[in-house]
T-cell receptor, first 117, second 111 residues
Framework: AQTVTQSQPEMSVQEAETVTLSCTYD???????LFWYKQPPSRQMILVIR??????QNATENRFSVNFQKAAKSFSLKISDSQLGDTAMYFC??????????????FGKGTLLTVNP | DAGITQSPRYKITETGRQVTLMCHQT?????MFWYRQDLGHGLRLIYY???????DKGEVPDGYVVSRSKTENFPLTLESATRSQTSVYFC??????????FGPGTRLTVL
């Protein structure tokens, strides 16, 4: 079974600073995908960034970037120049296809990030 | 409206009643999913569907029933609601190997 672990239930950061959220996963698969989703107080789930396991280059989306360490099974999210609107719950998620239609996401339990003014 | 919608957004019901949560997507995505979100558990998959008339169990399927007669709709039914099913329910859709797009969620309270 695939598992996703987010070891930091809560974090806080000052506005304009940089923060890194941790995520580790356990799998025997070689071909998979990793995601970070953001859930603000509105409750809407929003995709932040995506990484394909076969790509060595770390994904980047504006102020958001990942540090993908495949051998260590680690997928951390770095948020630069933190903004008040980044305050949200962040979920790490793992996806693979074990054949046929068996394809789904497994989520970590989330990290609540608070950006302080 | 384009996207994925859920109805109702809020629902209060009583133990033992049948409840159906609706999910509709306009992208013609082949995959659709139902999750529940509970404090301390993150999101857990209830059921998913790879196409019309193809459904499969997820991590926590007990007490739930799904159907998918049309690609765009994926209703979730609680046949006899229990207090432990009080939760926020999210529907999502996607194409294979792509990110899932989530609906706004339904907050269900079972008294």
């Amino acid at each position: 079974a695939q598992t996703v672990t987010q070891s930091q239930p809560e974090m806080s950061v000052q506005e304009a600073e940089t923060v890194t959220l941790s995520c580790t996963y356990d799998t025997s698969e070689s071909n998979y995908y990793l995601f970070w989703y953001k859930q603000p107080p509105s409750r809407q789930m929003i995709l932040v960034i995506r990484q394909e396991a076969y790509k060595q280059q770390n994904a980047t989306e504006n102020r958001f970037s990942v540090n993908f360490q495949k051998a260590a099974k680690s997928f951390s999210l770095k948020i630069s120049d933190s903004q008040l609107g980044d305050t949200a719950m962040y979920f790490c998620a793992f996806m693979y296809n074990s054949g046929g239609s068996n394809y789904k996401l497994t989520f970590g339990k989330g990290t609540l990030l608070t950006v302080n003014p | 409206d384009a996207g994925i919608t859920q109805s109702p957004r809020y629902k209060i019901t009583e133990t033992g009643r049948q409840v159906t949560l609706m999910c509709h997507q306009t992208w013609s995505h082949s995959y659709m999913f139902w999750y529940r979100q509970d404090l301390g558990h993150g999101l857990r998959l209830i059921y998913y569907s790879a196409a019309a008339d193809i459904t499969d169990k997820g991590e926590v399927p007990d007490g739930y029933v799904v159907s998918r007669s049309k690609t765009e709709n994926f209703p979730l039914t609680l046949e006899s609601a229990t207090r432990s099913q009080t939760s926020v329910y999210f529907c999502a859709s996607s194409e294979p190997y792509n990110e899932q797009f989530f609906g706004p969620g339904t907050r269900l309270t079972v008294l």
